[in-house]
């Protein structure tokens, strides 16, 4: 059982969970993630670890209530407990070796790009953070992205913040201006990762993007989180999270993460009908 230290809600959708599991914030590094199960009945959800504070042994996780499994998950408070709470899994990302960067997130993607802009900055890399939202009313972290960053750049799909545009936008806007990235990492929603390394492949730009397919045991038995990256299938649990984005089939990934939108889409309708205590067939 691992006890809730804290909870806050970060916009409408979004709630941050600090969690004492000590043995994950002694071992885990940035491109890490974990899966939680809220009770025994609940399913296994990875969700990539935003923070860590070895000396309070926390880990700091960053969700979106968009399923039955995180909704579930967000009726739980400060105080109570969560089940499992396995990690940390998958491969760390390679930070070692580069000068200027540009972290690049999108909406819920900020979670995850958080932590690897934090880790570049403290070990002196020139890091340029790219953070898109729809509106303003969706922002996330702006204070924690500024502190780790030379340089913050906003953008918002309204323009609800005075910056209007999508982060390809500002990303080619600094290549054009002279930003000599010799490291692109782009997080977020499949279609902003597939356009940032359509961009980034152009002017010949390292990119790395962080993977969060179906995804079940977490130990690349089952295959749910395979990929197709180089012409090679790989395992999103095992081989990942993070791939070279140039070589990642985009198109592929997003026919096989909408096959069981539907049955999703039933499960988070029954899942509010639980939650409400109302009775279900």
Known sequence: MYKILEKTSLNPSMTKMVVEAPHIAKK???GQFIIYRVDEYGERVPLTIADTDKTAGSVTIIYQKVGASTMLLDTLNQGDFILDFVGPLGVPTELDGYKRVAVVGGGAGCAIAYPQAKALFNMGVYVDVIAGFR???LIILENEMKAVSNNLYMM???GSNGNKGFVTNALENNIKNGANYDLVI??????MMKAVCSLTKQYNIKTIVSMN???????????????TVGGKTKFACVDGPDFDGHEVDFDELMKRN??????EQKAREKGCRLINNVEVD
Do not use: Q, S
Request: hydrophobic residues 35%.
């Open 258 to 263: 909408v096959m069981y939108r539907t049955a």
């Open 156 to 158: 918002t799909d309204d």
């Open 135 to 137: 509106n303003t009313d």
């Open 28 to 30: 885990a590094k940035p």
């Open 213 to 227: 397919p179906i995804m079940i045991d977490g130990t690349g038995m089952c295959g749910g989180c395979r990929l």
């Open 186 to 191: 782009a997080i977020g929603p499949v279609p």
